[in-house]
């Protein structure tokens, strides 16, 4: 009865250092989307996966903002050369059908 | 005008109280709709999904109208612990499971 984990919890590093966030869905949930969220702020999609489609990346805010889903299940968010503005909480949830479970997310700071 | 758009509060109540918090949608082709609830620091968690004829989960009453494209959710005989950001999230259209959230209403429950 696992929910959907994520790691590191939290993760400090330095401005232009690449990152990856690893995030593990509920069982048999075809589909995966990861959040941002800033302190204070509301969720900012990034990008969706459902299935073997093509995934949804209309919200990946720029070209060093990457993610990967392999198999179907763990997926990974790649930021590359970090910086100080992506400082934010990275959620990750999954769904069989429209509701959505979150995990607990990767606090990430950018120094 | 925002595809989801909540009153952001914050909503300050005692405890006992009746709360209600309203939420607007843009695209009459949602199909879905939920209130999820966010404690500070913490990931969203599925509160109630919202039906068309409207549905009640204990102290908890959720209901649609989408002649005027807005659902609603009341809150009777609040506790403390209700003390959250309440978020409205309505799916794209067709079966498109990209969900659209709102930036959320605060509540607080005062002793």
């Known amino acids: 009865g696992a929910g959907v984990s994520q790691s590191p919890s939290n993760k400090v590093t330095e401005k232009g250092k690449d990152v990856e966030l690893r995030c593990d869905p509920i069982s048999g949930h075809t589909a995966l989307y990861w959040y941002r969220q800033s302190l204070g702020q509301g969720l900012e999609f990034l990008i969706y996966f459902q299935g073997n489609s093509a995934p949804d990346k209309s919200g990946l805010p720029s070209d060093r903002f990457s993610a990967e889903r392999t198999g179907g299940s763990v997926s990974t968010l790649t930021i590359q050369r970090t910086q100080q503005e992506d400082s934010a909480v990275y959620l990750c949830?999954?769904?069989?059908?429209?509701?959505?479970?979150f995990g607990p997310g990767t606090r990430l700071t950018v120094l | 005008r925002k595809e989801v758009e909540q009153d952001p509060g914050p909503f300050n109540v005692p405890e006992g109280a009746t709360v209600a918090f309203n939420c607007t949608y843009s695209n009459s082709a949602s199909q879905s709709f939920f209130w999820y609830r966010q404690d500070c620091r913490k990931e969203p968690k599925l509160l109630m999904s919202v039906y068309s004829s409207g549905n009640e989960d204990g102290r908890f009453t959720a209901q649609l109208n989408r002649a005027s494209q807005y659902i609603s959710l009341l809150i009777r005989d609040s506790k403390l612990s209700d003390s959250a950001t309440y978020l409205c999230v309505v799916n794209g259209d067709g079966n498109n499971r990209k969900l659209i959230w709102g930036l959320g209403t605060s509540l607080a429950v005062n002793p």
């Open positions: 949830a999954s769904s069989l059908t429209r509701m959505q479970f």
